[in-house]
């Protein structure tokens, strides 16, 4: 799904403190705090995932991040759900500051890290997952894999089951072959920067420009730095190259690994607080104006039975947001996160 998986390269994308009403919101984690690790927590013998931890009380909220972001992709909106709640927003393994784990970033694998760090960091205690982008389906699979862990979700404009699907259905053949090209040209640049982090190329002056690294820069020159140097380590490179394989349709155009192993949990939520938030923009710019219309019309559906799965859950349009609601919109997710937690409190699980 292009307005879903385009930017899972991207880290950059998030660093500039810039939103769609021209208004930032009064907290926002400074871009110095992602220069260094906060709490390194064991998940496993030798291996640990950084953590940032904001705030207190229960339940906590764990965010997680869409493909290619790191902890980093929360900053202005968990300062405000920090103030009611304890929150937590951590790099994946091999991304950041997190160790690399030793099996690829797809979907199931993600799940059982983040149980792994849910079971220390709050054990006992259900959570509430907030996931964007492919966070927001590796969140339900979760609450799928382990119903007792989790309290309530938010998804911030998830991928869902079918997303690809969906799209080119509604496609011409031309536009379908170009669609899928361009998927073809995403996974040949991730395994070019893999190759290239292998050689060595990636930490060489002459490609400080490269796609590959923090393009176009981060406005803070530590972050910048550090990004580089994360991202020009082969085992960074596997990561971002391996979920974009698992997450990406299939080579016969059929569903990817992630989206199987969501679509064979068929997940039923009961009852728990679920609120989905759709990005009222697309950005499929290369479409005419009626099929783009088409299109997000039939993912806001997708996302309508996404949100059925719970019977209190809900799918909210965002008006004047692009994929990115939590930088455009950061209010609306505050509200939505603050009202789970207010509902999970409610009920007396945490």
């Known amino acids: 799904m292009k307005s879903l998986r385009l930017l899972l390269l991207a880290l950059a994308l998030f660093t500039a403190p810039v939103y769609a009403s021209g208004l930032a919101p009064r907290n926002v984690v400074a871009l110095g705090e992602y220069t260094h690790p906060h709490q390194l927590v064991d998940v496993e013998q030798g291996r640990r995932l950084n953590v940032f931890c904001m705030g207190s009380g229960s339940p906590t909220v764990i965010f997680e991040a869409g493909g290619g972001d790191d902890s980093a992709s929360f900053r202005s909106v968990e300062p405000g759900i920090a103030a009611t709640t304890r929150t937590c927003a951590y790099d994946r393994a091999g991304v950041g500051f997190s160790d690399p784990a030793p099996w690829p970033s797809t979907a199931a694998n993600t799940v059982a890290d983040l149980h792994r760090l849910v079971q220390a960091i709050s054990p006992g205690q259900p959570v509430v997952l907030v996931g964007h982008s492919n966070g927001g389906l590796y969140v339900p699979l979760y609450a799928a894999t382990y119903p007792k862990d989790v309290a309530g979700m938010v998804l911030i404009d998830p991928f869902t089951v079918g997303v690809d699907k969906i799209a080119t259905a509604l496609l011409t053949p031309r536009q379908r072959d170009d669609w899928y090209a361009s998927d073809d040209r995403d996974v040949a640049q991730a395994r070019t920067c893999l190759d290239m982090a292998n050689k060595g190329w990636l930490v060489q002056p002459k490609y400080r ?56 949990a068929n ?27 088409a299109i997000a019309k039939a993912w806001k559906h997708n996302n309508d039975e996404l949100a059925a799965r719970s019977r209190r859950g809900k799918n909210v349009l965002v008006p004047g947001s692009h994929h990115y609601i939590q930088k455009e919109r950061p209010g609306v997710v505050i509200d939505a996160v603050r009202q789970v937690v207010d509902e999970v409190r409610s009920a007396g699980k945490h």
């Open 267 to 293: 997940p039923d939520f009961g009852s728990m607080p679920l609120i989905v938030l759709t990005a009222g923009k697309d950005e499929q710019t290369g479409l005419p104006k009626r099929t783009r219309a």
């Open 209 to 264: 420009k490269s796609p590959c690294l923090d393009n176009p820069p981060s406005p803070d020159p530590a972050r910048h730095k550090v990004l580089n140097e994360q991202l020009a380590r082969p085992n960074e490179q596997q990561v971002l190259l391996s979920a974009l394989l698992d997450t990406y349709p299939a080579q016969d155009h059929g569903m990817s690994g992630s989206e199987l192993d969501l679509q064979r």
